[in-house]
């Protein structure tokens, strides 16, 4: 397991944006993504990334409104966030792994795992 650092949180008003940073995922991890926990709920999967190919997939709920990508020469991992809506206010966490099938959003698939970073959208 490799600890990763998110960083990039914040508050910010509805319609705003903001771009999630994730420090640490390895070479040899071949998919990476981010995960949300928000007030009261499970963790869920937004978006994750393959290394192999740059394929990307998202959950229905931020399609069209954020984007991951990985910065190969920083080896950072991104998640650019626009119109941002109240019901994204969550603690967002970076994730990386070598999942067995992709894509997965399972929290299970990924064995590394950031301490967090909120985000706080208002109306």
């Known amino acids: 397991q490799v600890q990763l650092v998110e960083s990039g949180g914040g508050s910010v008003q509805a319609g705003g944006s903001l771009r999630l940073s994730c420090a640490g995922p390895?070479?040899?991890?071949?998919?990476m993504a981010w995960f949300r926990q928000r007030p009261g709920k499970e963790r869920e999967g937004v978006a994750t990334f393959s290394r192999y190919g740059g394929r990307t997939v998202y959950d229905d709920s931020v399609k069209g409104r954020f984007t991951i990508y990985l910065d190969h020469t920083e080896n950072a991992l991104y998640l650019q966030m626009n119109s941002l809506k109240p019901e994204d206010t969550a603690m967002y966490f970076c994730?990386?792994?070598?999942?067995?099938?992709?894509?997965?959003?399972?929290?299970?698939?990924?064995?590394?795992w950031g301490q967090g970073t909120q985000v706080t959208v208002s109306s």
């Open positions: 994730a990386a792994g070598s999942p067995p099938s992709w894509p997965t959003l399972l929290r299970r698939a990924y064995n590394s």
């Open positions: 390895r070479n040899t991890d071949s998919a």
